[in-house]
């Protein structure tokens, strides 16, 4: 599903995708300063891999996502912290901002139930 970024005004513009066993649903809201507030969650399973054994096992996800959408570069101001994802062509592809957002969830340290059983946590010891 791609929006047009141009078409997003202050009235929220709902979008959902899905596909296998997650759902990406939200709305697209004009907020100020050329940026547009993204607000959504992400819920279903994924396939990982346990960063222990190795295993592939589905990981239950229900993640809310918020962040902000700029219509080309975004001109950071000096006291801004804002989680900004330029986009160039005008176009939000959300498919793609879903897959994004599922790469950084598995990008995570993640530890199978198996594991976890066995005495290994889910924090890192170094």
Do not use: H, W
Not at 5 to 27: A, M, Q, W
Not at 48 to 69: G, N, S
């Amino acid at each position: 599903m791609k929006i047009t970024l141009r078409k997003v005004t202050s009235t929220p513009l709902e979008f959902e995708v899905k596909s296998d066993e997650i759902t990406f649903k939200g709305y697209l809201q004009y907020d100020a300063d050329k940026l547009i507030l993204l607000r959504a969650e992400l819920s279903g399973k994924i396939d990982v891999d346990c960063d222990i054994c190795a295993d592939k096992f589905k990981l239950d996800v229900d993640e809310d996502i918020e962040f902000f959408i700029s219509d080309g570069v975004y001109e950071k101001k000096e006291d801004s912290l804002l989680d900004v994802v330029e986009v160039l062509d005008s176009i939000a592809d959300m498919q793609e901002l879903k897959n994004s957002e599922i790469e950084l969830i598995k990008s995570d340290y993640i530890v199978c139930e198996n594991c976890k059983k066995n005495g290994y946590s889910e924090e890192k010891s170094f």
